[in-house]
């Protein structure tokens, strides 16, 4: 069964407008959330966590994600994105010592 | 500086050969992981290890071998029975639950 579900290939949005992108999960018990970001050809940078406290989390680069247990979703927002923005998003949740990745969102900031 | 070591960058197979990617890490942290990266299927999981001389099959371990002699190092081989081994390698590390951190991988190709 898949723990995570990053429902669309692809984000387009127009410089300065608000970002998200969609995760949503499915783990027993309590959930650690990540969100990661990839240039091409590099390997992942971690952007923020969810792990307990407050919903809204704050992280790296202006990034923020909201995390609500009732729709058992953890969705990305930047309220003005950038050009530089634009690269690959991931969304993982911890099963146990696994660490478990969506498909990934790429994210294309039109400028 | 702290960090993750993958190398090399760019490995290139002959059919029939096995060859080992190489993830050394200077944080301290128990867990190490492998990934497997394919465009369009995010980030597959190869194996995992706690603890020093333990190691765990992740979802797809078939074809490849690991070891884990010291806290510090998590070696990849991709051996011969892997029958399509082309693709973008991760090794990662983190403290147990917590986030992990990646190298810039390795691009492995079949030639």
């Known amino acids: 069964a898949q723990s995570v579900a990053q429902p669309e290939d692809q984000v387009n949005v127009a410089e300065g407008n608000p970002l998200t992108v969609k995760c949503t999960y499915s783990?027993?018990?309590?959930?650690?959330l990540f969100w990661y970001v990839q240039y091409p050809n590099r390997g992942l940078q971690f952007l923020l966590k969810?792990?307990?406290?407050?919903?809204l989390v704050k992280g790296s680069y202006g990034f923020e994600a909201e995390f609500n247990k009732s729709q058992t979703s953890f969705h990305l927002k930047k309220p003005s994105a950038l050009v530089s923005d634009s690269a690959l998003y991931f969304c993982a949740v911890r099963q146990a010592h696994r660490l478990a990745f969506g498909k990934g969102n790429q994210v294309v900031v039109i400028p | 500086d702290g960090g993750i070591t993958q190398s090399p960058k760019y490995l290139f197979r002959k059919e029939g050969q096995n060859v080992t990617l190489s993830c050394e890490q200077n944080l301290n942290h128990d867990a190490m992981y492998w990934y497997r990266q394919d465009p369009g299927q995010g980030l597959r999981l190869i194996y995992y290890s706690q603890i020093v001389n333990d190691f765990q099959k992740g979802d797809i371990a078939e074809g490849y071998s690991v070891s884990r002699e010291k806290k510090e190092s998590f070696p990849l081989t991709v051996t011969s029975a892997q029958k399509n081994p082309t693709a973008f390698y991760l090794c990662?590390?983190?403290?147990?639950?917590?986030?992990?951190?990646f190298g810039q991988g390795t691009r492995l190709t079949v030639v």
């Open positions: 990662a590390s983190s403290i147990l639950y917590g986030e992990a951190f």
């Open positions: 783990v027993s018990g309590n959930p650690y």
């Open positions: 969810y792990i307990t406290g407050d919903n």
